[in-house]
């Protein structure tokens, strides 16, 4: 299927081929009939993107810190490579789509969107999209593609107007008539408003009097504070939406002057806010920010998991908006069409771009999306859609007779950043890569040279060619796709952890048990890294020499991560410890050279999220290990310090870029110019072992043993485990 594209790095727009978006829980597949360009949004992206470095620096400030903190703890090389990296990988655009249901993953949304409902959503600029129940609403039938295109846009407009609580009779001004200041202006109207429009644009202003709104000409040199007060009739106006777009404070400072005497102002749009203490206390004003289409917005337990919040305690979530919106043009009373400036076919979509940076006018954007085909049609194309073959440079043909022929399931950052060209280099055949949206797939399949792109993890599963699997997915897949895999007859490399529970730990151990001994199973391995660190190696081999226990001390400065990212939820991710302190376990394992037998854990607090902890290990040699994992250290510090003691002497490893050595004889320190953590060197040993039919690289044994204390200790309650 066709879908807008662009990438962050030189704010190229284009009309990419991409599969169809794979099945989800609670989703809808629509395809789409028309959808919006966002004058705002869209081309606040598209400027982004044409910057400099510079300017993309200055624009944002906080990215720049976090750039220079990881410079501090990993190096400038890798922090570079990262950087670029994140920036080189296209975003889909586009968030206002009008379009027919063909079909949806489990749990339909309280069966409200039989195939054939037409609905509106915020999916991107594609011929099918893929996007949460909660996200979307049926159409009227009165109200049309191209007036139903307009809704999300609509809907942040509604939300801005609900935080200034108009009533009837009450003067407002709207700063910025673009299309959220046009259709603002349009919905307090309704609610009984008398409304001052602002804008520079001579015919955005002539539109907002068509709407009934007096306006204020800033081109024309016409004072909006002073203009502001004959409207009001000298009292001051009762709020203030700002809906305009700009780096510049001015417009709060001007709405703050404009606003009677505990007067409302909302910001909706983008703009400085450098504020003036003077300006907001004499008249104790209130000042908010509006959050997109209203309550639900970025909460994914309602957004992806479909958690509807209770219409008793809150009205108007983002989909009740969307279906206000929607009534109002049901009913004449929002009006849209003379929005529309421009239309276009959806394969002429970067035309439509280059009016975004150009000098032509334009408002409303319409794309157009092959209304002619049928149903079937549209069947056909999904199922026939989700497998994209590439023309990417340098490829190859696969050899039949090869080895490591490698499938990736996953091409998220950590994939298309680390995993993928480390393959790449240990010299695996890339054969097909899959994503859930399809977008990275495409954008890494064609980068690195892979044969096919798709969103359909069963391609990669079932395909002949391909011998070995590598998933890089959310953690709650792992085991799942793990026993799949191992099922086919492929080998696999999962991205850690391997697994979230025992149950899921038990049942790769029983899919390992059935695979038949001749020829020999397929090979499983984690990606625990860390153990193949140059510095690390150079520690075990110091280590060897070593009789008697040893004391290892791994700090762990990990960083804060927000509650509601997906690596917090348990059902998910399995929270920090799974997720990522099982590196730390399986380290510790891998240096002490013998079993654990002992583990415990100690949390701080009482905190959910519970990643800041202390876990113990005692080994069968008698060496004790301490992971020290915090989420509330302060960046400065070491991010990773790994200390052993033993023997009269030491070891001190940081960030795997220096390692020293105390009271060892010809051995003082090892440090290198950029941070290796091991991760090139892990998945060469791997293809090694696939390509001359070795034993995997960690013995399956130890794998299941540090899932298994991993997950013990994750649900511990300070007590002790003995094994």
């Not at 949004?41 to 982004?48: G, N, P, Q, S, V």
């Not at 009008?98 to 195939?115: A, C, D, K, T, Y």
């Not at 023997?647 to 941070?675: A, E, H, I, T, Y």
Request: charged share 25%; proline share 5%; glycine share 10%.
């Amino acid at each position: 299927m066709k879908q807008v594209l662009q990438n962050l790095k030189d704010g190229k727009t284009e009309l990419a081929e991409v599969p169809c978006p794979g099945p989800r829980a609670g989703h809808l597949f629509i395809r789409t009939h028309a959808s919006l360009v966002s004058a705002g949004t869209e081309r606040m992206l598209l400027e982004f993107g044409k910057a400099g470095w510079i300017d993309k620096a200055r624009q944002q400030p906080d990215k720049v810190k976090q750039v220079l903190e990881k410079v501090r703890t990993d190096g400038l090389a890798p922090t570079l490579e990262a950087v670029r990296s994140k920036l080189d990988q296209p975003i889909a655009l586009g968030y206002c789509n009008v379009g027919e249901v063909i079909g949806s993953g489990r749990e339909n949304p309280g069966g409200l969107f039989e195939p054939g409902a037409r609905v509106v959503s915020n999916g991107a600029h594609a011929e099918m999209v893929c996007v949460p129940g909660n996200l979307c609403a049926r159409v009227p039938d009165g109200v049309s593609d191209e007036e139903a295109a307009f809704t999300v846009v609509g809907a942040i407009a509604l939300q801005g107007v609900r935080l200034a609580r108009p009533t009837l009779g009450e003067c407002f001004v709207v700063t910025g008539l673009g299309l959220i200041g046009l259709m603002a202006v349009q919905l307090l109207k309704a609610h009984g408003c008398r409304v001052l429009g602002i804008d520079l644009d001579p015919r955005k202003l002539e539109l907002a009097r068509s709407f009934g709104a007096e306006t204020v000409d800033l081109s024309g040199g016409e004072d909006p504070v002073l203009s502001s007060k004959g409207f009001s009739r000298g009292r001051g106006v009762d709020g203030v939406l700002i809906t305009a777009s700009t780096k510049s404070s001015e417009p709060v400072h001007q709405a703050a002057l404009m606003c009677r005497k505990r007067g409302r102002i909302v910001l909706v749009g983008v703009t400085g806010l450098e504020l003036s203490r003077d300006d907001f206390y004499k008249k104790e004003l209130s000042f908010q920010v509006s959050c997109s289409y209203g309550p639900g917005r970025y909460d994914p337990q309602y957004e992806e998991k479909g958690c509807d919040y209770p219409v008793g305690y809150v009205r108007w979530t983002e989909q009740r908006n969307f279906e206000a919106v929607l009534d109002m043009m049901a009913e004449g009373r929002l009006g849209v069409r003379p929005l529309i400036t421009h239309r276009f076919p959806i394969e002429e979509a970067v035309r439509a771009y280059e009016l975004l940076g150009g000098k032509e006018p334009y408002l409303g954007i319409i794309l157009e999306y092959h209304p002619q085909m049928t149903q079937i049609g549209a069947d056909e194309t999904y199922r026939t859609g989700r497998v994209v073959a590439l023309e990417a440079e340098k490829q190859k043909e696969i050899d039949r007779d090869s080895r490591a022929v490698v499938g990736f399931i996953g091409a998220g950052n950590y994939a298309g950043r680390v995993l993928i060209p480390a393959f790449k280099a240990a010299g695996a055949a890339l054969h097909s890569v899959a994503s859930s949206g399809g977008v990275s797939a495409v954008h890494f399949g064609k980068k690195f040279g892979f044969q096919q792109a798709t969103t359909e993890a069963e391609t990669i599963l079932s395909h002949e060619e391909i011998d070995t699997v590598v998933i890089a997915t959310r953690h709650n897949t792992h085991a799942r796709f793990v026993c799949e895999a191992l099922r086919a007859g492929k080998h696999v490399f999962v991205e850690k952890p391997l697994c979230l529970t025992l149950d899921e730990l038990a049942e790769i151990q029983d899919t390992v048990a059935s695979l038949p001994a001749s020829p020999a199973p397929p090979k499983v391995m984690v990606g625990f890294n860390r153990r193949f660190a140059p510095q690390v190696r150079k520690m075990k081999e110091l280590l060897s020499g070593v009789q008697g226990p040893k004391s290892f001390i791994m700090t762990v400065n990990a960083g804060q991560i927000p509650g509601d990212h997906w690596t917090q939820d348990p059902a998910v991710g399995g929270g920090r410890i799974i997720g990522e302190a099982c590196h730390f376990i399986d380290l510790l394992r891998f240096l002490a050279g013998s079993a654990i037998t002992r583990y415990d854990a100690a949390y701080v607090g009482e905190d959910r999220l519970r990643d800041k902890a202390t876990l113990t290990l005692g080994f069968a040699d008698g060496s004790l290990g301490t992971v020290h994992y915090f989420a509330d250290g302060h960046k400065s510090f070491p991010k990773e310090r790994l200390e052993v003691f033993c023997g009269g002497r030491v070891l001190q490893l940081d960030n795997f870029r220096k390692l020293r050595g105390f009271g060892w004889k010809g051995f003082r320190k090892m440090n290198l110019w950029r941070q290796d953590k091991g991760q090139a060197a892990c998945a060469a040993a791997f293809v090694e072992a696939v390509k001359e039919g070795k034993p995997g690289p960690i013995p399956l044994e130890e794998l299941v043993e540090v899932s298994r204390v991993t997950i013990h200790l994750a649900s511990a309650d300070d007590a002790d485990y003995f094994i």
